[in-house]
């Protein structure tokens, strides 16, 4: 890239920059946001504190606050072994999920209803 067109790139980003700060100066939100940062920074100024001292009042254990926000593993309930009794060939299958083999292929044969009916308690 010549030193012209890289003069003129710049150029142009330096006036995108503008427009933007521009647009962002007349942003209410932001207007409040720096409004309110100026007053807690003349709170912190009046009293003598700092950050650490305002976040300590806020949040005065952020270690235990910390960990009930965070997705903490939850744990399952133990699935429950399952029996099912085919009485057309006496065969048993124990499974705690629907992913048997064996299940799928009674359920294949004699309909997932017929294979469910022959749950054991």
């Known amino acids: 890239m010549s030193r012209l067109a890289e003069f003129r790139a710049a150029e142009k980003a ?8 521009e647009s962002l100066k007349n942003d209410a939100g932001l207007k ?4 309110f940062e100026e007053k807690l920074q003349g709170l912190m100024k ?14 005065p254990n952020p270690a235990k606050s910390a960990l009930q926000t965070s997705a903490a593993p939850k ?12 009485p057309h060939t006496g065969e048993l299958i124990e ?11 009674w359920k294949e044969q004699y309909g997932a209803a017929t294979v469910d009916s022959w749950l054991r308690g």
């Open 14 to 21: 330096l006036q995108e920059q503008l427009k933007q700060l």
């Open 32 to 35: 409040k946001e720096i409004e």
């Open 46 to 59: 009046t009293y003598g504190k700092g950050l650490k001292d305002i976040i300590s009042i806020l949040d």
């Open 75 to 86: 744990t399952r309930r133990a699935r429950v072994v399952k029996v099912y009794h085919n």
């Open 95 to 105: 499974t705690k999920g629907g992913n048997h083999r064996g299940l799928k292929a």
